[in-house]
């Protein structure tokens, strides 16, 4: 089995930046969960266990690809929780944001919601479904208040989630993936 191909760096530059672009387009899991409150740390951490994508550390061309394709994750102020250190990059047209297993709603919801940068870009999603559900609920109509200013042609004053993720393409579940549906496991 070939292990190396030593012509890579004598190929013409336009088929190197499109092998590159190729490696940069594979979509990888970003799995982000959230620490809850305890005795040591009194606010949620975000954590991951993602490190940059190894494109970054090849060399100065491939780096300027992955430059050019991953985003740096940043944590808007108004969002729960205490950022996490290290840089999160994710290619938000290919990349699958999965949330962490058993991870609490308001966290979860707040991820989302509060964060421009996903709330515009991410494309596709993993979650549990029980959690996916939560964070979609919206009262029913019988439920709210009437107020002077409701109209049958005013927008619905609340919006499930799904319908604020503007790109969000695809939600799959942990509870329906076999195994290897996740590139990282």
Same mark, same amino acid.
């Given at each position: 089995?070939?292990?190396?191909?030593? &012509?890579?760096?004598?190929? %013409?530059?336009?088929?190197?930046?499109?092998? @590159?672009?190729? $490696?940069?387009?594979?979509?990888?899991?970003?799995?982000?969960? &959230?620490?809850?409150? +305890?005795?040591?740390? =009194?606010?949620? &951490?975000?954590?991951? =266990?993602?490190?940059?994508?190894?494109?970054?550390?090849? +060399? @100065?061309?491939?780096?300027?690809?992955?430059? /050019?394709?991953?985003?740096?994750?940043?944590? =808007?102020?108004?969002? $729960?929780?205490? %950022? @996490?250190?290290?840089?999160?990059?994710? +290619?938000?047209?290919?990349?699958?944001? &999965? !949330?962490? $297993?058993?991870?609490?709603?308001?966290?979860?919801? /707040?991820?989302?919601?509060? +964060?421009?940068?996903?709330?515009?870009?991410?494309?596709?999603?993993?979650?549990?479904?029980?959690?996916?559900?939560?964070?979609?609920?919206?009262?029913?109509?019988?439920?709210?208040?009437?107020? %002077?200013?409701? =109209?049958?042609?005013?927008?619905?004053?609340?919006?499930?989630?799904?319908?604020? !993720?503007? /790109?969000?393409?695809?939600?799959?579940?942990?509870?329906?993936?076999?195994?290897?549906?996740?590139? $990282?496991?």
């Amino acid at each position: 089995m070939l292990t190396t191909f030593g &012509c890579f760096p004598y190929l %013409p530059p336009e088929i190197r930046l499109l092998i @590159w672009e190729h $490696i940069a387009a594979l979509p990888q899991d970003i799995r982000l969960s &959230c620490t809850t409150p +305890n005795a040591v740390a =009194s606010q949620p &951490c975000w954590y991951t =266990s993602n490190r940059a994508p190894a494109i970054f550390a090849v +060399n @100065w061309e491939a780096r300027a690809v992955a430059l /050019s394709v991953y985003t740096f994750l940043r944590f =808007s102020k108004d969002q $729960i929780g205490i %950022p @996490w250190m290290r840089p999160v990059y994710i +290619n938000l047209r290919s990349d699958v944001l &999965c !949330l962490g $297993i058993g991870l609490q709603v308001r966290y979860a919801k /707040s991820l989302l919601e509060d +964060n421009d940068q996903l709330r515009e870009g991410v494309t596709r999603l993993v979650v549990e479904r029980m959690l996916w559900e939560k964070m979609n609920w919206v009262p029913p109509p019988a439920m709210l208040l009437p107020t %002077p200013f409701a =109209s049958d042609t005013m927008e619905r004053p609340f919006r499930t989630l799904q319908e604020r !993720l503007v /790109s969000l393409e695809e939600v799959r579940f942990y509870e329906e993936l076999q195994d290897g549906d996740l590139a $990282i496991t």
